[in-house]
Every structure is written in C-alpha cells, then in structure tokens.
C-alpha cells in the first residue's frame, strides 16, 4: 500500500462547479497536511496547510483533515478557469524530514 | 525577492555531458531539497541537505552530486548525463517552526537530454 494514494484524474468541471479533491494515507503518524497547486510548467505553490485534524478556509479554498479516517479533502468553490492546475496533496509528521507526496490531481476548469 | 530560485530554467544537452544546477533560497530556512518530477507528475525526493549536511541521500544514481556550499545554497552536478536524466528538477526550502513543517518550491530546472 503507497503512503499517500490520490487519484490521479483527470478531473473537469464547468465554471462554478465546487471542486472536490481527496487523499487517503496509510500512517497514522502524519501530523502535518498541505496541498499544493502546480501550473503547467511551473513549481508547486504552497496552497493550504492545516496541522492536526480540522478545517482550514481560506476564501474560495476549503482543507479538512479527518486523522481517524486517514482522509484529508480540499473543496474549491465556485471555481474558476484559473483554477486549472495539478494538485498535489503532501503529509509529514514532526521529526521526518521528507514530505510524502500523492500522485497529483489534474483539475480542469471549463469557462 | 523571489523566495527559492532555480538556474538555469531550461538545459538541453547532449548524453555523456556534465551539467550544474544551481539553487538559492532568502528564507533564511536550513533545510534544502532536490526533487524529480518525471512525465507523470510524481515527485520523487532526491537528496536533502541540513545546514550544510546531508541528511536524505536517496536511491539517486552516483552520476549525481549535491553540494552545498552554505544554508542558503544547494547545488546539483549530474555527470554523464543519460536520456532517463530528462526530467524537470525542482529544489525545496523547508520552514519548520512549532506547529509548522512545510516546503516552498522553486520555479524548476527543465533538463532534456538528447
């Protein structure tokens, strides 16, 4: 069993639509989540973070952690063209020092 | 004030040649990474450093080097350059700080190998 599983998509949606993006993990240590947005051709941008279980907003963009399920979700409402990206879901826990990454979560967005 | 910077952005060279690529972060953070990221999407951790010190060494060939000459800097020599090697490189600062432990990325190094 892969530590991090995302399905990889691809995913389109109309403009508007709410995204919903998910990770499921295997180690319970994981203490620390992100998601991250990758533009074609570009570095992976840091998009959200939450530590522990719980929700995180941040305008348009929504994270949950559910530790005791292994799950973590990003919502992304009313979506938009620009949001078309890969995103990428990344956990690590205190005293490791590598991230583990899921596959990436291609995101189209049609106007 | 670009936060993690990359050069060079693209590098198109022939098999067999020696290439560097150069990273520098203003973050003031002490850990640096590399990373691969194939055709796929998937990143794969490649070596990281700790002020200074190599602390991740993974199953990388030994045609690669790391070498950081100070926090703020870490470097990649890749000898004899193979057609596998085509990826795009992507070097990593990571804060840790209390309830904190994230990684910013830079802009990538596009490497093809013809």
């Known amino acids: 069993q892969k530590e991090v599983e995302q399905d990889p998509g691809p995913l389109s949606v109309p403009e508007g639509a709410i995204v919903s993006l998910n990770c499921t993990y295997s180690?319970?240590?994981?203490?620390?989540f992100m998601w991250y947005r990758q533009y074609s051709r570009k570095g992976p941008e840091l998009l959200m973070y939450?530590?522990?279980?719980g929700n995180k907003e941040d305008g348009r963009f929504t994270a949950q952690v559910d530790k005791s399920s292994k799950y973590i979700s990003l919502f992304i409402r009313d979506s938009q063209p620009s949001d078309s990206a890969t995103y990428l879901c990344?956990?690590?826990?205190?005293?490791?020092?590598?991230?583990?990454f899921g596959k990436g979560n291609q995101v189209v967005v049609i106007p | 004030d670009t936060a993690v910077s990359q050069t060079p952005k693209y590098l198109v060279t022939q098999m067999g040649n020696d290439k560097s690529i150069k990273c520098e972060q203003n973050?003031?953070?002490?850990?640096m990474y590399w990373y691969k990221q194939d055709s796929k999407k998937f990143l794969k951790i490649m070596f990281s450093?700790?002020?200074?010190?190599?602390?991740i060494n993974e199953t990388v060939p030994n045609r690669f080097s790391p070498k950081s000459p100070d926090k703020a800097h870490l470097n990649l020599h890749i000898n004899s350059l193979e057609l596998g090697d085509s990826a795009v490189y992507f070097c990593?600062?990571?804060?840790?700080?209390?309830?904190?432990?994230?990684?910013?990325f830079g802009p990538g190094t596009r490497l093809t190998v013809l």
């Open positions: 990593a600062s990571r804060r840790t700080s209390g309830d904190t432990d994230t990684q910013y």
């Open positions: 180690n319970s240590a994981f203490q620390y």
């Open positions: 939450t530590y522990s279980s």
């Open positions: 990344a956990m690590s826990f205190y005293g490791n020092n590598r991230l583990a």
């Open positions: 973050l003031g953070h002490d850990t």
């Open positions: 450093y700790n002020n200074k010190e190599l602390i």
